[in-house]
């Protein structure tokens, strides 16, 4: 009986707490950026655009006995290419990074990587009184 009750209370418990999930903590970039599925909603005029690409070695927990397990980079390695692509785009004087796109291959040995994006310069709003 103290088992049911035991295993009751968990079960219960288990919808009181939400965890933490890394995707929700949002990076702080020198500039705003839009995934290639979002735009500002300010007017903006391009600037450039913008490239960082490269290949990591495979890490150990991807393959096992030369068999892959997991295929691409994690989130950290992601979010530091974004990192160097919003400071490229503020060197250039941007404001926002526009229509980011990332796209990963995996060979025998590594992952490469190539991520995108518009540097882009606000248009100054009118001020009409």
């Given at each position: ?79 530091l290419l974004l990192a160097r692509l919003t400071l490229?785009a503020k060197k250039l004087g941007a404001d926002a ?29 009118n001020q009409t009184q």
């Amino acid at each position: 009986m103290k088992k049911l009750a035991v295993l009751l209370m968990a079960l219960g418990l288990t919808g009181c707490f939400q965890p933490i999930v890394y995707l929700k903590n949002q990076p702080n970039y020198p500039v705003d950026v839009f995934y290639d599925n979002q735009r500002p909603e300010r007017p903006f005029e391009p600037l450039q655009d913008l490239e960082a690409k490269g290949e990591v070695p495979l890490t150990q927990r991807q393959t096992v006995n030369r068999r892959m397990l997991s295929r691409g980079n994690d989130m950290q390695q992601k979010e530091l290419l974004l990192a160097r692509l919003t400071l490229q785009a503020k060197k250039l004087g941007a404001d926002a990074l526009v229509a980011v796109r990332y796209k990963y291959y995996t060979s025998q040995t590594d992952n490469g990587y190539v991520m995108t994006g518009l540097a882009v310069k606000y248009k100054k709003e009118n001020q009409t009184q």
